[in-house]
Every structure is written in structure tokens, then in C-alpha cells.
Nanobody, 123 residues
Framework: QVQLVESGGGSVQSGGSLTLSCAVS???????LGWFRQESEEREVVAEI??????????SVKGRFTISHTFPQDNAKVNLTLQMNNLKPEDTARYYC???????????????WGQGTQVTVSS
């Protein structure tokens, strides 16, 4: 059973930075981990990273956000991080970490989600 526990998020002014973290545990392997966000109806991919550490970013965050993963020695199998710099008001959304077995950034194929964390950027 895969579990994702998020931390981080909060409120920041435009141009500021925030870091999101997600502890992923479970038995799955060979998947992509990613961050999605949702402000209105549709959940969109922000960034993904595959098991080899290759990242992909949406055009809206490229150059500002960095996704990474580490493998600690404790019970958490993977720590997933999203470093968000130069935040803009349009980045305001609820952010979710996710396991994407297809690695195509389509939320319809995500089979495990974190609980979500709110990011609010004021102008």
C-alpha cells in the first residue's frame, strides 16, 4: 500500500519561495513521482521525476521550480521535494504529490495521491 504524506506550503508574497515535501512509502517501483496542482476544476501537472532522476516541468513553472527526490534510511522510501522560487499569484492552488505509473502527467492515470497542501501567493 503506497502512502504519500505532504508537508510545507503556506502563504507568501509574489517573488517569494516555498518548499513542498512528500514522504512516499510503499511497495511500488519503477514509477514517476510528481506534483500536481488544482485551483478550479482540473488538476494539472507541475513537475514529474522518474526513477532515474530525470525531471520534467510544465512550461508555466520551468526555470522557477525544481523537483528532486532523495532516499533516506528511515521508513520513508522516497522523499520528494518541490522547491518553488519566484512565486507568482497564478501559482496559487492546492498542490498534491502523486504516483504516476504511466509517467505522462495525466491526472486520470495517477493511482495514489497525497492529501494536498495549500499554496497562496499574494501580489
Amino acid at each position: 500500500q503506497v502512502q504519500l504524506v505532504e508537508s510545507g506550503g503556506g502563504s507568501v508574497q509574489s517573488g517569494g519561495s516555498l518548499t513542498l515535501s512528500c514522504a512516499v512509502s510503499g511497495d511500488d517501483d519503477g514509477y514517476c513521482l510528481g506534483w500536481f496542482r488544482q485551483e478550479s476544476e482540473e488538476r494539472e501537472v507541475v513537475a514529474e521525476i522518474d526513477s532515474d532522476g530525470n525531471p520534467k516541468y510544465s512550461d508555466s513553472v520551468k526555470g522557477r521550480f525544481t523537483i528532486s527526490h532523495t532516499f533516506p534510511q528511515d521508513n520513508a522510501k522516497v522523499n520528494l521535494t518541490l522547491q518553488m522560487n519566484n512565486l507568482k499569484p497564478e501559482d496559487t492552488a492546492r498542490y498534491y504529490c502523486a504516483v504516476d505509473p504511466i509517467c505522462n502527467g495525466n491526472y486520470n492515470y495517477v493511482d495514489h495521491w497525497g492529501q494536498g497542501t495549500q499554496v497562496t501567493v499574494s501580489s
